[in-house]
């Protein structure tokens, strides 16, 4: 009896799986084959370059060298959106269209919870075999990434447009805070966090990737010689300093005066 694994002319089912899926293949619901990139969905996506970006199968170093790969040029193209969305929101800020910001950072806040989520699939990876995929590397960094270049440039002139808003309502940060008159603004400085907040956590996830694949001891360095131990003050700097400083400064001028003792009863 012929070995289950081994198709006709010994092709293993996996090599027969393979040479399959790098071919068209046929949509019994269209009633034609689709994957040689002439079809709509295909010639506007531009699938045919997109899916040829990765190493073929058969020159992996690993077979999760694809896993690493995928998964770092999805991470380019999210953060791409987010330099565009940024760059989108420097204009509406200075326009003073605050509707607009706050649908977009909604939308920036959703792809940085994206960018963390995505980059735990990389910790399915083991170090073993990282250590294998990381020859192949050359001395690249993420220092290098041009979405986190971008997107670090895109937030400095966010931050530089809020203070040309807050400038032209005669406003300092702390001020926003508790002003009726500025709910609007308040939402758009809380929503600026939460965006920082997020960017700050995905950084802590690939603090928390390197240090499961290569460590973070004191001798550890990256591809490119830093030592792996920066990442942990990267990942605590915030893009929006004023935002996060402005917690300091209200708890600093805060007053105990118009509380209620714990356990004392409370007028109506």
């Known amino acids: 009896m012929r070995d289950s694994q081994t198709q006709a002319g010994g092709r293993s089912a996996v090599e027969d799986l393979r040479e399959i899926l790098s071919k068209p293949i046929f949509n019994p ?39 690493f790969q995928i998964v770092h ?31 977009r950072l909604d939308r920036v806040i959703r792809i940085s919870s994206c960018l963390g989520d995505e980059i735990r699939i990389l910790e399915t990876l083991t170090p073993d075999t990282y250590q294998v995929i990381r020859r192949s590397l050359g001395n690249g960094s993420g220092q290098e990434s041009p979405g986190f270049n971008s997107t670090q440039t895109a937030a400095r ?76 003050g990267r990942m605590t700097k915030p893009l929006f300093h004023p935002l996060w400083r402005a917690r300091d400064e209200m708890t600093l001028a805060w007053s105990r005066e118009g509380g209620h003792r714990p356990g004392a009863e409370r007028a109506g």
């Open 73 to 103: 040029q999805a991470q380019e193209v999210w953060l791409k959106l987010i330099s565009h969305e940024l760059t989108e929101i420097v204009g509406d800020l200075d326009r003073d269209r605050l509707w607009e910001v706050a649908a």
């Open 157 to 232: 002139y966010v931050a530089e447009a809020l203070d040309r808003l807050l400038e032209r309502r005669n406003l300092q940060v702390t001020d926003v805070y508790g002003a009726e008159s500025e709910v609007e603004l308040k939402r758009i400085c809380e929503l600026l966090v939460d965006f920082d907040e997020r960017y700050q956590l995905w950084l802590v996830a690939h603090f928390m990737l390197v240090r499961r694949t290569i460590g973070v001891g004191r001798d550890v360095k990256a591809l490119d010689g830093v030592p792996a131990r920066i990442l942990i």
């Open 29 to 67: 619901v269209l009633k034609t084959w689709v994957g040689d990139g002439s079809h709509d969905y295909e010639v506007y996506l531009r699938t045919k370059d997109l899916l040829s970006l990765q190493t073929s199968a058969e020159l992996l170093t690993d077979s999760d060298e694809l896993m």
